[in-house]
């Protein structure tokens, strides 16, 4: 059974960094573009980054261009949303998802469990 596991999450003040990590246990992401979305309380699922398998091509939201990065380690079988300059409304929960390109949040087949960012000081 495919499953994503994401993991890196915390309280971090204003300004500070945070790396998330989404790791996969029965299949290899090599194969998969990586999506990473944030759902804060009382909003929708929103996209934040994705990065494709094939070209390796990175999508970012305009709210967090130039502050967030996404990678991929194959060796390690994980997917990295390297987070800077964090603000209080970056708040959510942050989820992983795979899909075989970079796509809409409904288009995602598989999921992981999700970790929770909190910027305040």
């Known amino acids: 059974q495919v499953q994503l596991v994401e993991s890196g999450g915390g309280l971090v003040q204003p300004g500070g960094s945070l790396r998330l990590s989404c790791a996969a246990s029965?299949?290899?992401?090599?194969?998969?573009?990586i999506g990473w979305f944030r759902q804060a309380p009382g909003k929708e699922r929103e996209g934040v980054s994705c990065?494709?398998?094939?070209?390796?091509?990175?999508y970012y939201a305009d709210s967090v261009k130039g502050r967030f990065t996404i990678s991929r380690d194959n060796a390690k079988n994980t997917v990295y949303l390297q987070m800077n300059s964090l603000k209080p409304e970056d708040t959510a929960v942050y989820y992983c998802?795979?899909?075989?390109?970079?796509?809409?949040?409904?288009?995602?087949?598989?999921w992981g469990q999700g970790t929770q960012v909190t910027v305040s000081s």
């Open positions: 998802a795979a899909q075989i390109i970079c796509t809409v949040v409904s288009e995602y087949d598989y």
């Open positions: 990065i494709n398998s094939s070209d390796g091509s990175t």
């Open positions: 029965e299949f290899t992401l090599d194969y998969y573009a």
